[in-house]
């Protein structure tokens, strides 16, 4: 379909070749592999002369719509689908580096993607470095002639930062850089960042993608060259989407505007509640205005997102309170779901991260990072409400 559509038809239209049962939705391939008219067909289908399916763990008539969705949406050359938001992270990372390479990452990052700088790049002899979401004139500092790219998750998770993609493209271009974003959060129908200069987008479609907290996915997508190089790496390696999964993801994404302008307007109403509240120390969410930056989030994003972090007053005690007075929010690590989702980040998704660094992130023992989903946000205020009174 031409690219000239509106997001949300593109969404909605995108779809694999119909099959000889002319079918309206589009089937399920639950097949490993994929048969071959003759030997020379089978020959020049493996020596990529000519383009079509070869097994699953490289390519799926479901994976494919997926794929090519994600690519639309977010002006994508090209992209690869992954088992996991983990997996798009790793494999791409692993595709990327070399030993003795050096990336340049905000702080603010997943836990687990701490966890691969941290306790897996050393062995494999490839260096990091941190800057601060509030200390971005310092990234230049930190570049050596080894580095290979800049990574940012913008919103943060969980601090619900957000970094100048324009200005993280202009070092990059500056320097010889690729810019590596993950884009989770905002999904790419509230923010696009190649067209700020990133080179790849990663997103767990986990998240909102799915939007129902039913199936795990990760995608990355970019500049066709590098995703070739992607493509190869994870052929290899086998972090591939099932069928099943991308089936359900193709489905989802149709809904994913809709869904996303509801979310980002009960997250509005629920930020601007906790901002008044007296038992609350901050709060953060891009479409405040007393968010720090506001204006590049005004500037970048379409809408906030659905996520939400504040303070509570009362450290470990009065973060344990709350959580333990929560009646009908769901208490999970997950987010992106229909269901509001609390969870307590330095006890959970960061509880290995060490101090130091949780401190240069923001993640205090108080801090709450909410994932606000699509019941009726009075009934959502009045939980978080109810809550509060008992810290």
Same mark, same amino acid.
């Given at each position: 379909?031409?690219?000239?559509?509106?997001?949300?038809?593109?969404?909605?239209?995108?779809?694999?070749?119909?099959?000889?049962?002319?079918?309206?939705?589009? *089937?399920?391939?639950?097949?490993?592999?994929?048969?071959?008219?003759?030997?020379?067909?089978?020959?020049?289908?493996?020596?990529?002369?000519?383009?079509?399916?070869?097994?699953?763990?490289?390519?799926?008539?479901?994976?494919?719509?997926?794929?090519?969705?994600?690519?639309?949406?977010?002006?994508?050359?090209?992209?690869?689908?992954?088992?996991?938001?983990?997996?798009?992270?790793?494999?791409?990372?692993?595709?990327?580096?070399?030993?003795?390479?050096?990336?340049?990452?905000?702080?603010?990052?997943?836990?687990?993607?701490?966890?691969?700088?941290?306790?897996?790049?050393?062995?494999?002899?490839?260096?990091?470095?941190?800057?601060?979401?509030?200390?971005?004139?310092?990234?230049?500092?930190?570049?050596?002639?080894?580095?290979?790219?800049?990574?940012?998750?913008?919103?943060?998770? *969980?601090?619900?930062?957000?970094?100048?993609?324009?200005?993280?493209?202009?070092?990059?271009?500056?320097?010889?850089?690729?810019?590596?974003?993950?884009?989770?959060?905002?999904?790419?129908?509230?923010?696009? *960042?190649?067209?700020?200069?990133?080179?790849?987008?990663?997103?767990?479609?986990?998240?909102?993608?799915?939007?129902?907290?039913?199936?795990?996915?990760?995608?990355?997508?970019?500049?066709?060259?590098?995703?070739?190089?992607?493509?190869?790496?994870?052929?290899?390696?086998? *972090?591939?989407?099932?069928?099943?999964?991308?089936?359900?993801?193709?489905?989802?994404?149709?809904?994913?505007?809709?869904?996303?302008?509801?979310?980002?307007?009960?997250?509005?109403?629920?930020?601007?509640?906790?901002?008044?509240?007296?038992?609350?120390?901050?709060?953060?969410?891009?479409?405040?205005?007393?968010?720090?930056?506001?204006?590049?989030?005004?500037?970048?994003?379409?809408?906030?997102?659905?996520?939400?972090?504040?303070?509570?007053?009362?450290?470990?005690?009065?973060?344990?309170?709350?959580?333990?007075?929560?009646?009908?929010?769901?208490?999970?690590?997950?987010?992106?779901?229909?269901?509001?989702?609390?969870?307590?980040?330095?006890?959970?998704?960061?509880?290995?991260?060490?101090?130091?660094?949780?401190?240069?992130?923001?993640?205090?023992?108080?801090?709450?990072?909410?994932?606000?989903?699509?019941?009726?946000?009075?009934?959502?205020?009045?939980?978080?409400?109810?809550?509060?009174?008992?810290?």
């Amino acid at each position: 379909m031409s690219n000239n559509k509106k997001f949300e038809t593109l969404a909605v239209r995108t779809q694999t070749e119909t099959s000889q049962f002319s079918e309206h939705s589009v *089937p399920l391939y639950l097949t490993s592999g994929f048969v071959f008219d003759d030997a020379e067909e089978m020959r020049a289908s493996f020596a990529e002369e000519k383009q079509r399916d070869l097994y699953s763990r490289y390519s799926n008539p479901n994976v494919n719509e997926f794929v090519d969705k994600v690519c639309l949406m977010e002006g994508a050359e090209a992209g690869f689908a992954f088992a996991s938001g983990m997996a798009a992270v790793f494999s791409t990372f692993g595709t990327l580096l070399d030993a003795g390479d050096h990336v340049v990452s905000c702080s603010s990052v997943f836990g687990a993607t701490h966890g691969l700088f941290t306790k897996y790049f050393p062995k494999w002899n490839i260096e990091y470095s941190y800057f601060n979401v509030n200390e971005v004139d310092k990234i230049e500092s930190l570049i050596k002639p080894n580095t290979k790219f800049i990574y940012a998750e913008t919103p943060t998770n *969980p601090g619900v930062d957000v970094l100048d993609l324009d200005l993280l493209s202009a070092i990059c271009k500056k320097h010889g850089l690729l810019l590596v974003i993950d884009n989770c959060f905002a999904t790419p129908y509230l923010q696009n *960042p190649i067209k700020h200069g990133a080179d790849l987008v990663i997103h767990s479609a986990t998240k909102l993608m799915d939007g129902q907290g039913r199936v795990l996915g990760g995608v990355t997508v970019g500049n066709k060259e590098l995703i070739r190089e992607i493509y190869l790496f994870s052929r290899l390696t086998g *972090p591939a989407m099932s069928a099943f999964n991308a089936w359900v993801l193709s489905k989802s994404l149709e809904t994913l505007a809709v869904r996303t302008d509801k979310h980002c307007e009960n997250a509005l109403k629920l930020a601007t509640f906790l901002e008044g509240h007296p038992k609350v120390t901050w709060v953060k969410y891009p479409f405040l205005k007393s968010h720090p930056q506001y204006e590049v989030a005004k500037k970048q994003m379409k809408l906030g997102g659905n996520i939400i972090a504040f303070e509570v007053e009362g450290g470990i005690k009065g973060g344990q309170a709350f959580f333990d007075s929560i009646k009908m929010c769901s208490l999970s690590a997950n987010l992106g779901d229909t269901r509001t989702i609390v969870t307590h980040p330095a006890s959970t998704t960061h509880a290995k991260v060490e101090p130091e660094v949780k401190a240069a992130a923001g993640i205090t023992d108080g801090l709450v990072r909410v994932s606000v989903g699509l019941e009726h946000v009075d009934d959502v205020i009045a939980d978080i409400e109810q809550a509060l009174e008992n810290i």
